[in-house]
């Protein structure tokens, strides 16, 4: 995550505060925390000097993130939910297993399509598991359908 590499949560620590350090080293590892922090920084950094003057910076720091992007398929959700739709069928998730402890647990999801199950994945989080499933329902799609035997 960019603000983590750009160390923006010691950054904030080293301004001074009134908030206790545990507290504060608490929300600097929260991933959310950061994200609001990296856009907050953005937004002000634009409002005072302009998109050009940072502009190059921005490149420099989400340079893999825009690379990764441009190259790879990075949601198959959406790309899935919109090839349902233009067929006018309806898609739907559901948690088929979640195992282990609240703090390592990994997801197993399953996506139907007008209440046919198309896909299974697994993931670290509930996203990434139907992501997964997603990507295999879409990989199910693209197959042509076996032809009927005649007898």
């Not at 893999?64 to 739709?85: C, F, M, N, P, S």
Request: hydrophobic share 45%; with cysteine; proline share 3%.
């Amino acid at each position: 995550m960019v603000g983590r590499e750009l160390d923006l949560g010691a950054r904030l620590g080293e301004r001074g505060t009134s908030m206790p350090r545990e507290e504060l080293d608490s929300l600097v590892r929260n991933r959310n925390v950061l994200a609001a922090l990296l856009e907050a920084a953005l937004a002000a950094l634009f409002l005072e000097h302009g998109f050009e003057a940072i502009e190059a910076a921005v490149a420099e720091a989400f340079a893999g993130r825009i690379e990764y992007a441009a190259t790879q398929h990075v949601d198959h959700k959406t790309e899935l939910q919109e090839a349902v739709a233009r067929q006018h069928r309806q898609v739907s998730y559901s948690v088929l297993e979640v195992e282990g402890p609240a703090h390592d647990r990994t997801f197993t999801c399953a996506v139907s399509i007008d209440g046919e199950q198309v896909g299974v994945g697994t993931g670290r989080s509930k996203k990434e598991a139907e992501q997964a499933a997603a990507q295999q329902a879409l990989a199910s799609l693209a197959q042509p359908a076996p032809e009927a035997k005649t007898a």
